[in-house]
């Protein structure tokens, strides 16, 4: 079963204006072929259709609490979508509708993100093109499985910085800044995890690709307080076994801020998941929602 906590993973600035085309970008990251929902699928599935979970608990462990965190990726990347996407002007008064409000929205690279859905989020990629099943591998065996999840990561890190060079909007920027790191971490997880059962050293070949994060500004607070060395089990009690391949005496990556990894109890600290404001020209959530606002007061005074 899950717990869910009503704040994201990490703090988003508020963009200083709606921006549907650095939404568009961001879309990828939820629904490109190394997006989040790619991750997502992956490791969810493999940790459902798990052979031996008891015999081969540190590796169980591994790939449940990432599989944790990246339904927080999911989240965060859809968030920093939404709060990009939400229409041109949002205005928030009665809006002359003959006189097309949302002009500008014929120019917008990803307009059906707002036509259908509002500026909100949807498991596509940048091009609209769907997320599907086909992203998903989980064959059962255990080491396969590992070197997919570790090639998905490296491919995820180059995908989110490809993303990350393509817009200079803050709030975009934060959402890859924090990701890059904690792909990281990721990559990381499944090398070590690889080496322990094969013997391969693989995590010589990380960074894979050679993403020297002390370059990204964005990076650099979640470097600072040694996100880069941390693995969280999203559990309280749960998953601790995957101290058995995260810990043990080994380090961060050459190139990070130096230290032991280390398992941590929960989840990060994360930030407050902003208020998006409604768009009423395109009745969301409604045309006139002063009677909505009405109602909801009413049920939240009734549930204190």
């Known amino acids: ?62 790939v449940s ?62 091009n ?8 998903v591998t989980t064959t059962g065996n255990l080491i396969i499985d590992l070197l997919h999840n570790f090639h998905l990561e490296c491919g995820a890190r180059i995908h989110k910085l490809r993303v990350y060079e393509t817009m200079t909007e803050p709030t975009g920027r934060e959402v890859c ?6 792909g990281s971490v990721h990559a990381h997880a499944y090398a070590l995890a690889l080496k322990k059962l094969t013997g391969v050293s693989i995590e010589k070949m990380l960074p894979t690709p050679n993403i020297d994060l002390s370059r990204i500004p964005e990076c650099q607070k979640y470097l600072n307080e040694g996100s880069h060395r941390r ?28 230290g032991q990894l280390e398992v941590v109890d929960g989840h990060p600290e994360g930030g407050k998941i902003p208020e998006l404001d409604g768009n009423y020209g395109a009745f969301a959530p409604d045309y006139a929602p002063q009677e909505i606002f009405e109602i909801a007061s009413k049920l939240y005074k009734k549930s204190r």
């Open 231 to 258: 693995l969280y089990r999203f559990s309280p009690s749960d998953y601790e076994e995957a101290a058995g391949v995260w810990s043990n005496d080994e380090v961060a990556l050459p190139g990070d801020p130096p």
């Open 177 to 182: 800044g924090y990701l890059l790191v904690r």
């Open 1 to 62: 079963m899950f717990m869910r906590i009503d704040r994201l993973q990490a703090e988003l600035p508020e963009p200083k204006a709606p921006n549907p085309n650095a939404a568009a970008a961001l879309q990828e990251l939820l629904g490109g072929k190394y997006g989040e929902m790619s991750t997502l699928g992956n490791y969810m599935f493999q940790s459902f259709n798990f052979r031996n979970k008891s015999k081969l608990r540190p590796f169980y462990s591994l």
């Open 65 to 126: 609490a990432i599989f944790a965190e990246e339904l927080g990726h999911v989240e965060l990347v859809s968030t920093g979508v939404s709060m990009l996407g939400c229409g041109p002007g949002n205005p928030k008064e009665m809006v002359d509708v003959s006189k097309a409000p949302f002009k500008e929205m014929e120019n917008a690279r990803l307009a059906g993100s707002f036509l259908s859905n509002g500026g909100g989020s949807m498991p596509m990629n940048s």
């Open 128 to 135: 609209a093109a769907s997320w599907n099943m086909d992203m």
